[in-house]
């Protein structure tokens, strides 16, 4: 399955969710999370990413795997967002920070 790491959390620019043809993305406050029981593996979201938060598992970068966990759990409380919404409002000073895992909102 594909994973939603922290580059999303505080942005949360939902250009992926309008390419997903499964609607397994799942919205809570202030991040997305990809139910993985879902993921069909079509990789159509990681290029729509503009911060480039989506991997497959197998490449989730050494210091995000926690969230391999994260979207799973979330994943299965959070309701489906399948349709593009406007991102989070302070996205553009949050699309360069790192270390924003303390700030997921659950
Ligand atoms: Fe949806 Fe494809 Fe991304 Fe999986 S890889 S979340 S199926 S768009
Ligand atoms: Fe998040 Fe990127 Fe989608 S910021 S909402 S994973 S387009």
């Known amino acids: 399955a594909y994973v939603v790491t922290e580059a999303c959390i505080k942005c949360k620019y939902t ?3 309008d390419v997903c043809p499964v609607d397994c993305f799942h919205e809570g406050p202030n ?3 990809i139910d993985p029981d879902e993921c069909i593996d079509c990789t159509l979201c990681v290029a729509e990413c503009p911060v480039e938060a989506i991997y497959a598992e197998d490449d989730v970068p050494a210091d995000q795997l926690h969230f391999i966990e994260i979207n799973d759990r979330l ?3 959070w309701p489906v967002i399948a349709a593009k919404k406007a991102p989070l409002p302070d996205h553009e000073d949050w699309a360069e920070v790192t270390g924003k895992t303390q700030y997921l909102e659950e």
């Open 15 to 17: 250009d992926c969710v």
């Open 31 to 33: 991040f997305l999370a």
């Open 75 to 77: 994943a299965k409380v």
